[in-house]
């Protein structure tokens, strides 16, 4: 991708903008996460620690947002600051993100707009925690996450701890698969469940290595085939919940949200706070140390793409 046609509204902080100009390894970082996924302000220093994870292990972090209508690719400290502590700001993803920018507003970017974003600016590895998927009820509701549609036509591989046991599992994966998703796990063959190693389901593909990882990216691409590769990285097991201790606190959120008619966007948001509380906490913990290992894993991953790129 040109690295001049950009848009007037994309702009890089110095530090992205330095690493873009020397070819060096840089993971995209996602917003959603910190408005709408965590409260502050474990939030700001889970934000904090993330980006200072991509620079120990070789890549600089590009923390993606929208704020007064620039989309970020790269966010100063204070933005960092500024967008933890307002928790209204838009959630926004494919179907939202350019109304947001042409109308000035401030926006947190979910894993389907923080890709056409990185896309956009030439960078190829993104760490989040959960992707969205598709929802319990799905078959009355519809309700199936922009970001699987994301990983089917924008060429990122994006690395996250596996599916929320929030989300229908099965049914994520079904429409991977029916999708052209490549689905990763990394190092086992179990598909992951966040903050649980073991879903209980087989993971469709597994790869032991960032540079295999870099190596089936490069080999997509160069079959022509659109779309990206999600890795599933395993929560360290020191830092894991087991599912049967998970799964009653996710039943009873889901149970919640169903009686108090939570719909949409809100759906994720709201079972992430219920699950939090429920759990006293301990979820968020998870959430958080998993982010980490993913940080490191994309930072890897970074770095065997930009050694091998040209
Ligand atoms: N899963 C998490 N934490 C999050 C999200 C998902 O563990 O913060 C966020 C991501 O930004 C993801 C979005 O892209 O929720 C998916 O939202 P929805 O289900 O509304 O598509």
Redesign the pocket.
């Known amino acids: 991708m040109s690295k001049t046609a950009l848009p007037e509204f994309i702009t890089f902080s110095p530090e992205v903008a330095a690493a873009r100009a020397a070819g060096e390894a840089i993971v995209a970082l996602?917003s959603?996460?910190i408005t709408?996924?965590m409260p502050y302000p474990q939030n700001l220093e889970m934000a904090r620690k993330v980006e200072s994870e991509v620079r120990a292990h070789g890549a600089v972090p590009a923390t993606i947002a929208v704020i007064d209508g620039a989309l970020k690719i790269g966010l100063t400290d204070h933005e960092l600051q500024s967008l933890a502590q307002t928790p209204d700001a838009l959630?926004l993803?494919r179907a939202d993100l350019a109304a947001c920018i042409a109308g000035g507003g401030t926006g947190a970017t979910?894993?389907?707009a923080t890709m056409i974003a990185a896309a956009r600016g030439g960078i190829s590895t993104f760490a989040?925690?959960?992707?969205?998927g598709v929802?319990k009820g799905a078959s009355e509701s519809f309700d199936i996450?922009?970001?699987l549609q994301e990983l089917a036509q924008t060429p990122i591989t994006v690395v996250c701890a596996g599916a929320?046991a929030i989300l229908d599992m099965p049914k994520t994966l079904e429409v991977l698969e029916t999708l052209g998703v490549p689905v990763i796990t990394y190092g086992q063959d179990a598909f992951p469940a966040?903050w649980s190693r073991d879903s209980g389901l087989p993971s469709p593909l597994r790869i032991d290595t960032a540079a295999g990882i870099a190596a089936a990216h490069r080999t997509r691409a160069a079959l022509g085939l659109p779309g990206g590769q999600l890795v599933a990285n395993p929560i360290p097991a020191a830092d894991e919940i087991p599912a049967q201790t998970m799964i009653p606190m996710i039943n009873a959120a889901q149970a919640e949200a169903d009686a108090q008619g939570i719909q949409?966007?809100s759906?994720?948001p709201f079972l992430?706070n219920r699950i939090f509380e429920l759990s006293q906490g301990r979820s968020l913990a998870a959430?958080i140390q998993l982010v980490l290992n993913n940080a490191r894993l994309a930072a890897a991953i970074a770095c065997e793409m930009s050694t091998a790129k040209q």
């Open positions: 996602e959603t996460i709408h996924g959630k993803s979910t894993v389907a989040t925690g959960g992707i969205g929802h996450s922009a970001d929320k966040f949409a966007k759906v994720t992430l959430n």
